[in-house]
């Protein structure tokens, strides 16, 4: 273990449990790993770049996962599931592909260990593979060589696809969540009989992605394609979605590929058209990952620990009773247990805290760390007086309410909750999206407040690299609902009819 | 691809379909695979020894998936995820363990690719990795690592995690579902202050096991303990639950393993005890896979195709509409519209097939062949009389019912064909658990009519090893609620209190 030296050790929980969460303005970066660290939803694994995602983190995914799924099934979808491992001659066969995942893939040559005689464990030289296997970076070449025997004429398509699986892609400099080693996501992978119908596809799950981190997460996005030097490695177009961080940083928040016919040429993947003529499959991609919940966190957290939306959360309220005598907490109880039936009813989930280990000050802070969304604290008092303490994450406001109609209340709270995170991150982003005509005012908003910046561009992939060495910032995407206008490029000068998104990115 | 030669050809989905299925008489291990095959279910990869998971079989898995974790959270426990990969030196801490899974290890060597200059992607020498890392085979090292960091105090205990995820074990020979290099599974992990309280979930766990085995797979499984020799590398005592095959095979359906304090040792996971005292952990595994599957299509289908039961097939009715014009489609369609409302509020699952591209007979076989239990056929006459045709595939038995009424028909006959399947599971069990009391008769049995042979057995590891050698037949268990009773070892004659389960497995 320790051979793993400085990171693993500066990166274990202990040392972080021996700390505060730093705040967000003084070290943006360490507030958001102490906050992932705290609140129990991850934490740095001994193979280096692997994340352990602690169950509390995990319930926030097995949310999304439930969720998205059925979002895939509605439009048409089915899971199946293909091999981990994929031979390095298939990796080859698409030549923008292999370029793209070539640097960062993680090989197995060997299927075998051994005691060496001397009571070590070592690899079996004997049992060295003929061809090496490339633990996924995605699917696409397994799949679309699975395909090839799947498809014969048009009444085989469309074949709608989606796998939940692990991926690995060798990172040299890793972030719990944002970018590891490792990473759960799903991959949709579809065959389609015209270019028309898999542009539709791509868009169409371009669309179900914005809807659902909008409508769940509450983070407001811009939908765009990406710009070639930006595109995934093998595809004609990228479409993405691009959110923003309150450091004002960006971060693709998820892709859909429209492939073209270059996997269907790859590996030969042809069909009989309505026409009766052959023609190559076309395809699309689409994929989101455990890297929304880094997007979740880092979107709305504050100093105290992470704000999470409600329809997400994965303890929608807790109940904290305040009481010295265990009279007073078999009173207060009775009350809780009615309470977490009608919210029960409702599908809302809560949490009765009576552990007795711990002072409602110690329990108020470990749910606000956690981003709780409601808090329901009950004294005596409040149950001679027929009232509770409502207290909220999002505002850090309280009030005292009335225990009649108490889970009607919460329930309207909750939604009010959900949207106000998302009117706060929306706000964020319009202040923080801003329209740069020249190349100084734009270096100089990167520096001093960074964001969107929607500005000119002659289109070049060369102009495009340049402002990237120079200022670190990337174009993020061309909106789809982009206006056309007359205007300059901020570096060249050069006439362009349209602005794009540039930021510093994740 | 064709560098795996022989094996992926003669195994492709081409080959199959242009064959029928074999009897299951004829030949078991043929008609299983064909059966995999022709059903949808799964294929062979190029990748020796993996698997792709088809919709139509990935379905059923999401079903278990589903019933087992809402299982695994009423027994109070939570999902995490660890990491893919484990440090070689890991797996070596625990010395049984290593031992048990040295020889199927894949190892990753090398994190990156390269170019060679002369268009031949290669793996890069200069990325070797300092220390290989392992494709999981099991978790419990790379997650008692984990435990160490979490477990102070009995406060902290009992940890009770479950991971979905997938394994690779490095198979020499394969076969769909149930043996393959790469599965998917559940493993659960647990922390206790106590021997008694991690049996006690190792017990648990079995049961959970044999509950959804029994009622959702509706196959009957003999609970019970597994011998020295069979036992998993590094527990104490492993349980398990068996079930008997068509064929007369035995095969191992879950194990839940008491893993005693070992890994607790090896990976130095000590707490303070409630006497104040240091003491190391006490640990359980758990673990079902994607095996379940290969168990339920061998226990009960036939050689018209699979036979599912209602609770896990992924279409339960399938409605085929009998017409020639157009107009009585529509009469038909109006009908089954209302129909498949009522199921749906019942939650059964349903299945309008009205393509034009196949005639009735050909959709039969169709769902016939995928094991959909229950198939409405209504025709023009049918729509006169108010009346449908109603076929089984558990029986194969056609009755006419009224269309009033039907919903409710279709309910109580999914239960009825759920509580068949078992009843003849069941049944084929008794006739073939057979109590034997000499070596001959123990012989002649497994060549004419193997299945379980309860019989004495004299205790000792070579005995069990000599009986196996010369008949391949196995102690598949000690049942827990076996009765004690004097005999004498079938072998050696020495005297024995108790009968044990043997049988020839999987």
Redesign the interface.
């Known amino acids: ?1 320790y ?1 793993f030296g400085g990171w693993y050790q500066k990166n ?3 040392y972080y449990m021996s700390k505060g969460v730093v705040s967000k303005d003084e070290d943006y970066s360490q507030w958001y790993n102490d906050l992932v660290i705290k609140a129990d939803m991850a ?1 740095y ?3 280096k770049g ?6 509390y983190g ?2 926030i ?2 949310k999304m996962q439930a969720v998205l799924d059925v979002m895939f099934k509605e439009t048409g979808h ?15 066969k698409e030549a923008a592909h ?1 370029e793209g995942f ?14 060496d005689g001397e009571g070590n ?1 070592i ?1 079996d030289p004997d049992a060295k593979l ?6 996924r970076p995605t699917s696409e070449t ?1 799949i679309w ?2 395909y090839k ?2 498809i014969q004429s048009y ?1 085989d398509l469309p074949i709608l ?1 989606n796998q939940w ?2 991926v ?1 892609r ?1 990172e040299m400099r890793t972030r719990l969540f944002l970018r590891t080693t ?1 990473f ?1 996501w799903q991959e949709g992978h579809t065959a389609h009989a015209t270019a028309e119908e898999a542009i539709e596809e791509t868009e169409q799950m371009l669309n179900v992605y914005a809807d659902f981190v909008e409508n769940w997460l509450a983070l407001p996005v811009i939908r765009g394609k990406k710009t070639a030097n930006e595109r995934f490695a093998g595809a004609l177009d990228t479409y993405c979605i691009e959110a923003l961080m309150q450091d004002g940083k960006a971060l693709q928040a998820g892709t859909s590929h429209f492939l073209g016919q270059n996997f269907a040429k790859a590996f030969e993947v042809k069909f009989t058209n309505k026409e009766n003529k052959l023609d190559y499959v076309w395809a699309t991609s689409w994929g989101v990952s455990t890297r929304l919940i880094g997007a979740l966190i880092m979107a709305h957290s504050d100093d105290a620990g992470l704000v999470l939306p409600p329809k997400l959360a994965p303890i929608q309220v807790v109940v904290v009773p305040i009481y010295k005598h265990e009279e007073e907490l078999e009173n207060i109880a009775a009350f809780v247990k009615g309470l977490t039936a009608e919210l029960k009813a409702k599908n809302i989930s809560v949490k009765f805290d009576k552990r007795d ?1 711990h002072r409602p000050g110690a329990k108020f802070a470990e749910y606000e760390l956690k981003g709780v969304p409601l808090r329901v604290a009950i004294g005596s008092r409040d149950m001679q007086n027929g009232t509770v303490e409502l207290a909220r994450r999002d505002t850090k406001t309280k009030e005292t309410v009335a225990q009649e109609g108490l889970s009607a209340k919460i329930e309207s709270l909750l939604e009010e909750i959900q949207q106000n995170i998302y009117q706060k991150a929306l706000k964020f982003k319009t202040e923080n999206t801003t329209e740069v005509d020249t190349y100084d005012e734009f270096k100089r908003l990167l520096d001093e407040q960074p964001g969107f910046l929607s500005a000119h561009w002659d289109g070049t992939p060369e102009t495009e690299q340049q402002i990237k060495d120079e200022t670190k910032a990337t174009i993020r995407c061309i909106p789809l609902d982009n206006k056309q206008e007359d205007g300059k490029c901020i570096l060249t000068g050069k006439p362009s009819s349209q602005r794009v998104i540039f930021a510093r990115a994740y």
């Open positions: 273990m051979k274990s929980i202990n934490e694994s001994p193979v692997c994340m352990i995602i602690k169950p995990y319930s995914w097995e089915v899971n199946a599931y293909f091999p981990l491992f994929i031979p390095k001659s298939f990796l080859s292999v070539a640097k960062e893939c993680a090989v197995v040559t060997h299927y075998r260990l051994k005691n464990i690899v003929e061809e090496e296997l490339i633990v397994i060589n699975t025997g799947w009444r696809v699986a692990n690995v060798w490792e759960l280990t």
